[in-house]
């Protein structure tokens, strides 16, 4: 049976250092999109879509989101990591106090993920750059949007606490086996 793993947190949280992690061990992970629609705008000359049209940013997001997780379904692979979930759209739509339709929490509800690992913020590792626009207390607020959005969809969230890339990826790694 395969299982789907999804990690999340605000930004600058070490998602993507984790994820990197795991694929220099062998595990199949599906990256963040959002960098690349960010990209994709500035090069259209948009700096920030996500202020500039969230929802046409979020629409993206979830479409890329979605067929992550469709190529996922379709692979052979026993494990497959995610950085960043369905859910994260709508959650940052609620952080930015931004109306969406109801196809995102049905498109949440729809795709599962099997476990949902928590990022905590940690303010020793953040980092701002061009992509990132948000503050450590934006961070903040996008991880308490984070946590309420999947807590009611129904998940049960696992927070990774502290440590080296190693610590964290073993702490992840760990909790899975024990679960078999």
Same mark, same amino acid.
């Given at each position: 049976?395969?299982?789907?793993?999804?990690?999340?947190?605000?930004?600058?949280?070490?998602?993507?250092?984790?994820?990197?992690?795991?694929?220099?061990?062998?595990?199949?992970?599906?990256?963040?999109?959002?960098?690349?629609?960010?990209?994709?705008?500035?090069?259209?000359?948009?700096?920030?879509?996500?202020?500039?049209?969230?929802?046409?940013?979020?629409?993206? /997001?979830?479409?890329?989101?979605?067929?992550?997780?469709?190529?996922?379904?379709?692979?052979?692979?026993?494990?497959?990591?995610?950085?960043?979930?369905?859910?994260?759209?709508?959650?940052?739509?609620?952080?930015?106090?931004?109306?969406?339709?109801?196809?995102?929490?049905?498109?949440?509800?729809?795709?599962?993920?099997?476990?949902?690992?928590?990022?905590?913020?940690?303010?020793?590792?953040?980092?701002?750059?061009?992509?990132?626009?948000?503050?450590?207390?934006?961070?903040?607020? #996008?991880?308490?949007? /984070?946590?309420?959005?999947?807590?009611?969809?129904?998940?049960? #969230?696992?927070?990774?606490?502290?440590?080296?890339?190693?610590?964290?990826?073993?702490?992840? /790694?760990?909790?899975?086996?024990?679960?078999?």
């Amino acid at each position: 049976m395969q299982q789907k793993i999804v990690i999340i947190g605000g930004p600058g949280t070490g998602k993507s250092t984790v994820l990197n992690e795991l694929i220099s061990r062998g595990y199949h992970c599906k990256p963040e999109i959002s960098r690349e629609v960010t990209l994709m705008a500035q090069k259209k000359g948009i700096e920030q879509l996500f202020l500039t049209d969230p929802l046409l940013f979020s629409n993206l /997001l979830l479409e890329g989101r979605e067929k992550q997780y469709i190529e996922a379904q379709d692979s052979k692979e026993s494990t497959i990591f995610f950085d960043r979930g369905i859910p994260d759209v709508h959650a940052y739509m609620n952080y930015s106090k931004t109306e969406y339709p109801d196809y995102f929490i049905e498109k949440s509800n729809q795709y599962k993920y099997d476990k949902v690992f928590m990022m905590p913020p940690w303010k020793e590792i953040y980092v701002s750059d061009n992509e990132r626009y948000e503050s450590f207390e934006i961070a903040l607020e #996008i991880n308490e949007h /984070l946590i309420k959005t999947y807590q009611e969809i129904g998940y049960d #969230i696992i927070t990774v606490p502290f440590g080296t890339v190693e610590e964290r990826t073993n702490f992840i /790694l760990d909790s899975l086996k024990s679960d078999t």
